[in-house]
């Protein structure tokens, strides 16, 4: 998982970087500069979000699988648990 964060945020950078040099040695009015800055911090934003909600759904993921993990080790210890108290009961029975 820290490989793709860490090529997101390169991906990312690259990004920024290349539109802020495009946008600056552009031969554009201060109007339209101002205006494509704005919807490139627009993109930046939905972009961080997109990702944001990516990694919640990994999270809740990997949540979910390691609670039924949990889930399904106690109930098989329950069993083991139940198992040896009766096998248990059973020797002092006799």
């Known amino acids: 998982m820290s490989d793709n964060k860490d090529t997101f945020f ?4 690259g990004g920024i970087v290349g539109a802020a040099i495009g946008i600056l040695y552009a031969p554009k009015s201060g109007k339209e500069t101002r205006k494509n800055i704005k919807r490139l911090s627009e993109d930046i934003v939905d972009n961080v ?30 069993e083991a648990f139940d198992a040896g108290k009766k096998a248990f009961e059973k020797c002092s029975k006799s």
């Open 10 to 13: 390169a991906f990312l950078l």
């Open 49 to 78: 979000n997109d990702f944001s909600e990516d990694i919640a759904k990994t999270g809740k993921k990997i949540y979910e699988e390691g609670r039924e993990k949990v889930l399904s080790g106690k109930d098989k210890i329950s």
